[in-house]
């Protein structure tokens, strides 16, 4: 079965930065696009950024533009989030997002908190 398991979160101080991993299993990694999104307290659900199966095309949401890095390593069924300048407005819980054949598969998540 498809599973997506998330990594790297914890506490941070203003400017600081995160590396977030998001392992998967129970699908061919190297053919599908991925995504990172991520939900603050009392906020939806956003997306963040996305990733094609090659990883030669990424896309940022504004908010991120500049200060995040997708990536993926498709011989470690592996995909990352390198997280710089970090501010407050970046806590949230980060997950990870695939859709294989129509289904919508997401991670636990992991917990970013920025704060000093």
């Known amino acids: 079965q498809v599973q997506l398991v998330e990594s790297g979160g914890g506490l941070v101080q203003p400017g600081g930065s995160l590396r977030l991993s998001c392992i998967v299993s129970?699908?061919?990694?190297?053919?599908?696009?991925m995504r990172w999104y991520r939900q603050a307290p009392g906020k939806e659900r956003e997306w963040v950024a996305r990733i094609n199966n090659s990883g030669n095309s990424r896309n940022y949401a504004e908010s991120v533009q500049g200060r995040f890095t997708i990536s993926r390593d498709n011989a470690k069924n592996t995909m990352y989030l390198q997280m710089n300048s970090l501010k407050p407005e970046d806590t949230a819980v980060y997950y990870c997002?695939?859709?294989?054949?129509?289904?919508?598969?997401w991670g636990q998540g992991t917990q970013v908190t920025v704060s000093s």
């Open positions: 129970g699908f061919t990694f190297s053919t599908y696009p």
């Open positions: 997002h695939v859709q294989v054949r129509s289904i919508d598969y």
